[in-house]
């Protein structure tokens, strides 16, 4: 019945198609924990036609797709780090060679001995294999390990092996696009030749160019439509002389990497637009290609699959335990190399693409559907690997050398930002940010709020910057600076988050939400964005009481507290407090934690009167809630999803306040996560992590429903 509409081939239904699914793809492939690059592709498939026949491979995604193809490259040559690959060049150097070497070696003899493809299709899967992606770079930042030498060293091998694998590619389409009348050694050398001449040339002329450029103009689309010029005219040039494009866009973005920083306004715009249309439209036209029927002809497809994922992730293996143990690194230093470099995604997709397009016969192409099936499905299992390796590496790391974690503490960097919205709160949270200051510093507090910019937002407006005022008046009348600001947001957390950068602010004390109902959320509308985008301390009190009133904090710290980075942080905080209130402090935690605040409370704050009970498992906090007197403060340090010190049980801990201590005086923290801003735009890494993913949601239901029958049965 509807067989005759499909495909849909009006542009305006095919691009709000596209839309749709670059809109709700990531959203569904985090819940899954998957990659996005492999949602995008999975939903090509999906809406191709070898799937759901909903879409025609047009020339848009011609177009759209050989746009994105170079601008992965393009955005991987932007963020290279330079400055470490300088700093420790002899050791990337060897491990950039053997990382490209030995799985290049390994996969050609068996793409030869074992899968029996041809030689050219061999060369082309071993530039695949040798190159690599850092999928699992942002498990790194979460931990704060971005400076460690063995993550320097594994970003620099893989900067390595990924220009090595464009350059062999780009040697190996010009071979094959060559007369058999020209000797091979010829043939390279003149394409080395020709190579060499098209780096000089523009290594001399496009920085002069750009530096010349930018400093004349400085508007943002100007600035913009420049940088994507010299993209395309690296490419288009790069094509002219017989190489592959994909390597001029790639030395495009080496040549331009200093004169877009990072944090640069220009650096966010063609993130966006390449994460935001063109790179996810590349990767639906890939899925589109995929034939999966091919995978249920035979068990042979699977057999591929199996042979790449193995070859390719022994050789990664080989290459970075040689090399630990070649330089004396611990173990655990092998296994983050191992990890960082042991994922393939865009680079693979688009050298794959490329031999897609390379014909060898007529009509006959050297990609055919089960090499681009086994290709994909490779990209999502050592993704898989990549990732947990990766995480046990970090976990490892500062496990074992907490010294190393201390030391990447920043300096004292205090700006304490006050979210205030609610007017009983708003003379209590200031009194808790004045106490946990450092006065030595004489650095004033920032009273932030946030109105929601709805049919109210007049009023609302109006009620904050009175409530500012009042809180300015307090604040002077301490002798304590405050800066104020009163914003409006259609998101409360953004607008926090946004007013945090814009003060370069070190920490978060914010009111928990009132619940007005029973069904209401313990945490509200916005705290559990704002702790899961928001890297940095945040506090979160109930405060019934003044403070100056309250006897004693109880604090209950979760064992491996002393790993995260933000533990001094915190420490230092309540110790501050404690001593202003002039009360006892008690912490309750496993012996080895509590030897350790026990130390840093002598040393900083002997003044202060500590307590330390041993508390052996998480599961005392009911027992612990329910001793806790009406003029007790009790403190609970909990912990980001992923972070050292999180624990599964932490989801329940809203169910057990709201039952054991419902109504009294409450502080909840969320230690410094150092590292990469989670929000950061990549299709490598989610935007959001979901407190709950798919399979946690679909087993809770399950066991709702499983006891609600057992209920009925015994009625």
Not at 62 to 67: A, I, S
Not at 271 to 282: C, K, R, S, V, W
Not at 513 to 531: C, I, M, Q, V, Y
Not at 627 to 632: A, K, L
């Amino acid at each position: 019945m509807f067989s005759s509409y499909f495909p849909i081939t009006d542009p305006t239904w095919v691009f709000f198609i596209v839309l749709c699914i670059i809109l709700l793809a990531p959203m569904i492939m985090t819940k899954l924990r998957i990659p996005h690059i492999i949602g995008m592709v999975l939903a090509g498939i999906i809406v191709g036609k070898y799937g759901l026949n909903i879409l025609e491979r047009d020339d848009s995604f011609e177009l759209f797709g050989q746009v994105g193809l170079y601008y992965i490259m393009f955005l991987a040559g932007l963020e290279m780090d330079t400055e470490g690959l300088r700093k420790n060049l002899k050791q990337v150097a060897v491990f950039g060679l053997l990382t490209f070497l030995i799985p290049f070696i390994l996969v050609y003899i068996a793409g030869i001995n074992i899968m029996g493809y041809s030689m050219h299709a061999t060369l082309l899967l071993c530039c695949i294999m040798a190159s690599n992606t850092l999928i699992a770079y942002p498990i790194v930042g979460k931990y704060g390990l971005q400076r460690h030498k063995s993550v320097t060293i594994s970003v620099g091998a893989s900067m390595i092996a990924l220009t090595l694998a464009l350059l062999s590619l780009s040697v190996f389409v010009s071979l094959s696009g060559s007369g058999a009348s020209v000797p091979v050694p010829l043939s390279i050398l003149w394409i080395l030749v020709k190579l060499v001449v098209y780096c000089v040339v523009l290594l001399l002329l496009i920085p002069r160019i750009t530096r010349w450029f930018l400093q004349r103009y400085s508007d943002a689309v100007t600035q913009f439509i420049f940088v994507l010029s010299i993209l395309f005219l690296c490419s288009a040039i790069c094509r002219l002389i017989g190489l592959e494009g994909v390597f001029g866009a790639f030395f495009a973005g080496l040549l331009l990497n200093r004169y877009i920083p990072r944090v640069s306004p220009l650096m966010g715009r063609l993130e966006f637009i390449g994460n935001a249309l063109f790179i996810p439209y590349f990767l639906i036209g890939v899925g589109m290609l995929i034939n999966v029927r091919v995978m249920f002809y035979s068990w042979h497809t699977a057999y591929i699959v199996l042979i790449m994922v193995v070859i390719g992730t022994v050789g990664k293996l080989l290459a970075g335990y040689a090399v630990g143990i070649g330089l004396r690194f611990p173990l655990s230093y092998g296994h983050m190399m191992f990890g960082l470099t042991s994922a393939h995604a865009a680079g693979s997709i688009a050298i794959v693409m490329v031999g897609r397009n390379l014909q060898i016969a007529d009509g006959v192409y050297l990609v055919d559907n089960e090499m681009l099936n086994g290709v994909v499905m490779m990209i999502l299992f050592t993704c898989i690997i990549s990732s947990v390796m990766t995480e046990l590496a970090c976990r490892q790391i500062v496990l074992h050398n907490p010294a190393e974690n201390e030391a990447n503490e920043r300096g004292d960097d205090e700006k304490i930002l006050l979210a205030l919205k609610n007017e009983n709160m708003m003379r209590e949270l200031l009194s808790m940010g004045i106490m946990m200051r450092n006065p030595k510093l004489n650095r004033g507090l920032i009273g932030l709020n946030v109105v929601l910019d709805d049919r109210n937002v007049a009023l609302n407006q109006t009620k904050g910057k009175a409530m500012l005022e009042q809180v300015t008046r307090a604040a002077a009348a301490a002798d304590v600076r405050i800066q104020t600001q009163s914003r409006i947001a259609t998101n409360i957390a953004n607008g926090i988050m946004h007013a945090f950068k814009e003060y370069d602010a070190s920490e978060i004390i914010i009111g928990l939400h009132e619940r007005k109902t029973e069904n209401d959320n313990f945490w509200g509308l916005f705290t559990e964005n704002l702790t899961t985008e928001l890297n940095r301390q945040i506090i979160i009190a109930r405060l019934m009481q003044p403070l100056n009133t309250i006897r004693r904090i109880q604090v209950i710290v979760p064992s491996r507290a002393e790993y995260e980075p933000g533990f001094h942080r915190w420490l230092e905080r309540l110790a501050r407090m404690a001593g202003n209130m002039e009360c006892r402090v008690q912490f309750h935690s496993k012996p080895a934690t509590l030897a350790l605040i026990n130390q840093y409370i002598q040393n900083r704050y002997p003044h202060v009167r500590a307590e330390y009970t041993a508390m052996e498992h998480w599961n005392e906090i009911p027992r612990l809630m329910s001793n806790v007197n009406d003029d007790h403060l009790l403190v609970i340090l909990t912990a980001r999803k992923g972070t050292i010190s999180y624990k599964p049980v932490f989801e329940k801990l809203p169910q057990e306040i709201l039952q054991y201590y419902k109504k009294e005086n409450l502080m909840i923290i969320f230690p410094d996560q150092y590292g990469e801003s989670v929000n950061m735009m990549t299709f490598a890494a989610p935007q959001k992590n979901e407190q709950l993913s798919a399979y946690t949601q679909i087993h809770d239901w399950i066991t709702l429903h499983v006891r609600y029958f057992k209920k009925m049965i015994r009625r």
